[in-house]
C-alpha cells in the first residue's frame, strides 16, 4: 500500500482513506471489537501483499522470457548467418546494450530480413535440385516415380549453390550430348529405313515412343535403355542393308550375264536401270530412297527367273550367231575351218547338258578373241597378198593389152587404156620385190607360231613357190615367142628378097589376138597365180569372203561393145582359161 501510494499518492491516499473510513464507520455502526478490527487488518495487508507478490513474480517471468527471446534471437541469428554464408551481415547490432527490449527491437529487422534471404535461398536450391532430379530421371529413364526434395537447410551457402549449379550444368551437358546422339541415331534409323524401304515412325516408335517427329526434340527420351535400343536398331537395319545390296548385287550380275548370254536389247536393259546401277557400290554408296526395298529385289528375281527360262530356248541361236561371227572372222583372215563339224558339235554340247550354256559362250567369245588376235597378226601379210595379187591380175590385163593389135588406134577409150597399161607396168616390175618380202614375211610369221601359214586352207609359200614356176615358165615362153617372132621375121624378107613381095604370114592359132577383157581366174597361164587356191570351179570363194574384189579391171567398161567388135571383127577369139 505504501508502494501503491508513492507511485500514486493522491488516488492512493484518496481511495484507501475514504475505504478505511467507511470501513471503521461500518465497524462503529456493526460495534465490533478492536482485536476484530486488527485482525481484518492484517488479512487485509497479506492480501495487498500477496497481490504485490503474484505481480512481481509476473514481471519476473516476463523479463525471464524476454531475455530467452533475446538469445533465441540471437542464437537464430547467428544460426542463419551461418547456414546462408553470411559470416559479416550488415544489420546485425554490434553493441548490446540497452534495456532488453531494445535490442530485441534492435535484432529483429536483420533476422527478419535473413529469413527471407533462407526462404529465396530454399527456393533456388529447390529449383536447382529440382532439375537436377528430372534430368537424372531422364538419363535413368523407366517409371521412376520423383520423390519429394528435402533441401538441407543446414547449408544454404553460395558455394553450395554453386556446386549444385556446376552438377546441373554438367547433367545438361550430358543431356545435351544424349540428345544429339538420339537425333544421330534418328536420322541414321531414317536414311535407312528410306533405303529399304521400312516404315520410319514405325520403327523409331518401337523403340520409344518419344522418338516420333510428333513430339518436341525436348521431350525425346535420352536413357540408356533408348540409346541401347537406338543402337541395335541401326546395327540390325545396316546388317539388313548390307544383305540386301549383296542380294541385288547378284541378282545385277546375273541379269547382265544372262542379257549379255541373249544380246538383250538396251532398251530391255534400261528397265532394270535401277538395279545394275549399285552393282559395284558400296554400303556406304547406296542412298537413294527404295534402292534396296524387298519388292524391288522381288521384281529382280523374278526377272532372272524369266530370263533363265528364256535362255534355253535362244541358246542354240546365240550359240550359232558367236559361230557365224567367228566363221566371219576366219573368212576374213583367209583360215580354212570345217564349219559343218563345229556347228555340229556346238549343237551336241547344248542338247546333251553337260555344259553350262555360260561356260559354252565364254569358251566362243574366248576362241573369238583368239581368232581375232590371230587375224591381226596375219593382217600385214594377207595385205601384201592382196597386193600381189591385184599386181598379177592387172600383169594378166597387161599381158593381154599387149597382145592387141588394135591398142594403139584412135578408139574410143583408147587413152584411159594407155594410161592403165602404164601404170600396170610399174605396178608389175614391183611384183619380184614384193613376192620376196611376203616370202620373208611369211617365214618369220612360220618360226615366230610355230604352224604353217596357210591362204584359204593352202600353204602361202607354197602358193608362192608355184607362182614363181610359172612365172619362169612364162619367161621362157615369152623367149620363144621373139626367137619364133625373130625367125618368121627372116623367113619373110628371105621370101620378099626371092618373089619381090611380102606374103602376109600365117598366124598361128596359139597367137590369135585376144581381145581385152576380164580374166576369171587372172590367167594361169600366163604366170599370174592360179586362183583355184582361193576360189572354187564356180568362180565364187570357198571362204566366204565378204569383200571379194570384181576381177575385171574397174575402167575396161570404158570400151563399148561396138569398139571391141570392130577392133576384134574377123578373128577367133581365144577361150578363157578355166
Not at 549453390?161 to 543431356?175: G, P
Not at 541401326?234 to 548370254?261: F, G, H, S, Y
Not at 566371219?328 to 583360215?335: D, L, N, P, T, V
Not at 624378107?493 to 619381090?500: L, N, V, Y
Request: charged share 30%.
Amino acid at each position: 500500500m505504501a508502494e501503491l501510494d508513492v507511485q500514486n499518492p493522491l488516488i492512493g491516499e484518496t481511495n484507501c482513506g475514504v475505504l478505511l473510513h467507511q470501513l471503521q464507520k461500518i465497524w462503529d455502526e456493526v460495534g465490533e471489537s478492536d482485536e476484530a478490527r486488527d485482525k481484518m487488518l492484517l488479512q487485509l495487508e497479506q492480501e495487498c501483499l500477496d497481490v504485490y507478490k503474484r505481480k512481481v513474480d509476473q514481471a519476473a517471468k516476463s523479463r525471464a522470457h524476454l531475455i530467452q527471446t533475446l538469445a533465441d534471437a540471437k542464437l537464430e541469428l547467428s544460426t542463419l548467418s551461418a547456414s546462408l554464408g553470411e559470416t559479416t551481415f550488415v544489420g546485425i547490432p554490434d553493441k548490446t546494450s540497452g534495456t532488453i527490449k531494445e535490442q530485441l527491437a534492435a535484432i529483429a529487422p536483420a533476422l527478419e530480413q535473413l529469413w527471407k534471404q533462407k526462404e529465396e535461398r530454399i527456393k533456388e536450391f529447390l529449383n536447382v535440385q529440382t532439375q537436377i532430379q528430372k534430368i537424372r530421371g531422364e538419363i535413368a529413364g523407366g517409371n521412376q516415380q520423383s520423390r519429394s526434395l528435402k533441401v538441407d537447410e543446414s547449408d544454404l551457402s553460395l558455394k553450395k549453390l554453386d556446386e549444385f549449379n556446376d552438377q546441373l550444368q554438367e547433367l545438361q551437358k550430358e543431356k545435351s550430348d544424349r540428345l544429339h546422339k538420339v537425333l544421330e541415331y534418328v536420322s541414321t534409323v531414317h536414311d535407312l529405313c528410306a533405303v529399304l524401304g521400312i516404315d520410319f515412325y514405325g520403327t523409331v516408335t518401337e523403340v520409344h515412343p518419344s522418338l516420333n517427329d510428333a513430339t518436341g526434340v525436348q521431350s525425346k527420351s535420352i536413357s540408356n535403355d533408348t540409346l541401347a535400343s537406338l543402337a541395335k536398331t541401326v546395327l540390325a537395319l545396316e546388317e539388313d542393308k548390307k544383305q540386301r545390296l549383296k542380294k541385288l548385287q547378284e541378282l545385277a550380275t546375273q541379269l547382265i550375264d544372262l542379257w549379255n548370254l541373249m544380246d538383250t536389247s538396251k532398251e530391255e536393259r534400261s528397265c532394270f536401270d535401277h538395279v545394275t546401277c549399285n552393282i559395284s557400290a558400296s554400303v556406304d554408296d547406296v542412298t537413294v530412297p527404295g534402292a534396296l526395298a524387298l519388292d524391288l529385289i522381288e521384281q529382280a528375281e523374278l526377272e532372272v527367273e524369266r530370263l533363265d527360262k528364256l535362255k534355253g530356248s535362244r541358246m542354240k541361236e546365240i550359240a550359232f550367231k558367236k559361230q557365224g561371227e567367228l566363221e566371219e572372222i576366219f573368212a576374213r583372215a583367209h583360215i580354212e575351218i570345217d564349219t559343218e563339224a563345229a556347228r555340229a558339235k556346238i549343237l551336241a554340247l547344248i542338247d546333251s547338258g553337260t555344259v553350262e550354256p555360260s561356260e559354252l559362250l565364254a569358251d566362243m567369245d574366248n576362241h573369238i578373241i583368239k581368232a581375232k588376235e590371230e587375224a591381226v597378226s596375219r593382217k600385214d601379210i594377207l595385205d601384201k597378198v592382196e597386193k600381189w595379187m591385184s599386181a598379177c591380175e592387172e600383169e594378166s590385163w597387161l599381158d593381154d593389152y599387149n597382145r592387141d593389135d588394135n591398142r594403139y588406134n584412135a578408139s574410143r577409150g583408147a587413152h584411159l587404156n594407155l594410161k592403165r597399161a602404164e601404170k600396170a607396168r610399174i605396178l608389175v616390175n614391183k611384183i619380184p620385190a614384193l613376192v620376196d618380202s611376203l616370202v620373208a614375211k611369211t617365214r618369220a610369221w612360220e618360226e615366230e607360231h610355230g604352224v604353217t601359214f596357210a591362204y584359204d586352207g593352202v600353204p602361202l609359200l607354197a602358193m608362192l613357190d608355184e607362182y614363181a614356176l610359172l612365172r619362169q615358165d612364162r619367161e621362157e615362153e615369152k623367149r620363144r615367142m621373139r626367137d619364133q617372132k625373130k625367125f618368121h621375121e627372116q623367113l619373110n624378107t628371105e621370101q620378099e628378097a626371092i618373089f619381090g613381095s611380102r606374103p602376109s604370114p600365117a598366124r598361128p592359132l596359139s597367137s590369135t589376138k585376144k581381145a581385152v577383157g576380164p580374166r576369171v581366174n587372172g590367167g594361169a597361164a600366163n604366170g599370174t597365180p592360179n586362183r583355184r587356191l582361193t576360189m572354187n570351179q564356180n568362180g565364187a570363194r570357198s571362204g566366204k569372203r565378204d569383200n571379194a574384189r570384181p576381177i575385171a579391171p574397174s575402167n575396161y567398161v570404158a570400151i563399148s561393145k561396138e569398139d571391141a567388135s570392130s577392133r576384134v571383127s574377123g578373128t577367133e577369139h581365144a577361150p578363157v582359161t578355166p
